[in-house]
């Protein structure tokens, strides 16, 4: 049970590794949760200019997580981040279990680990995945 930050779709799109091998992976092998809160951030922070140049390339990133992610309604935690803009992200952890919160900034998610909700980055998280299969 997966929960990517809109920066891990943003770094797909204009980098090579880790976050595109993320966003595949994760497409692949597990479950990705959305809100609307977060789509909405998703579209809203790739149709900046500043990504006008990778704006194909985000849109279709979305896309692909959309058709595999599965959209929900947010419980509110009793969790509180010190930007109130990423508390989206951790509701919605809280909300449906999720194992892995997967970001690229992780000073925003001071505590590391939130309920059973672990925030790593993106090579953390391939670093887990590569290890769990070598001992599959």
């Known amino acids: 049970r997966l929960i990517l930050d809109c920066n891990v779709l943003i770094s797909a799109a204009i980098t090579d590794w880790p976050c595109r091998e993320v966003l595949h992976r994760s497409t692949l092998l597990g479950i990705i949760y959305l809100s609307e809160d977060v789509l909405k951030?998703?579209?809203?922070v790739c149709s900046r200019d500043k990504f006008r140049l990778s704006h194909g390339k985000l849109l279709e990133n979305i896309k692909r997580v959309v058709e595999v992610a599965e959209i929900i309604e947010v419980e509110q935690s009793?969790?509180?981040?010190?930007?109130?803009?990423?508390?989206?992200?951790?509701?919605?952890?809280?909300?449906?279990?999720a194992n892995f919160l997967i970001t690229g900034n992780?000073?925003?998610?001071?505590?590391?680990?939130y309920g059973i909700t672990s925030v790593v980055s993106p090579?953390?998280?391939?670093?887990?995945i590569t290890e769990r299969k070598n001992y599959a």
């Not at 951030?41 to 809203?44: A, C, D, M, R, T």
């Not at 009793?78 to 909300?95: E, N, R």
């Open 41 to 44: 951030e998703y579209n809203l």
């Open 78 to 97: 009793q969790f509180v981040l010190p930007d109130h803009k990423d508390q989206m992200y951790i509701d919605l952890a809280f909300t449906t279990n």
């Open 106 to 113: 992780l000073s925003d998610f001071p505590d590391k680990q």
């Open 123 to 128: 090579r953390t998280f391939l670093d887990f």
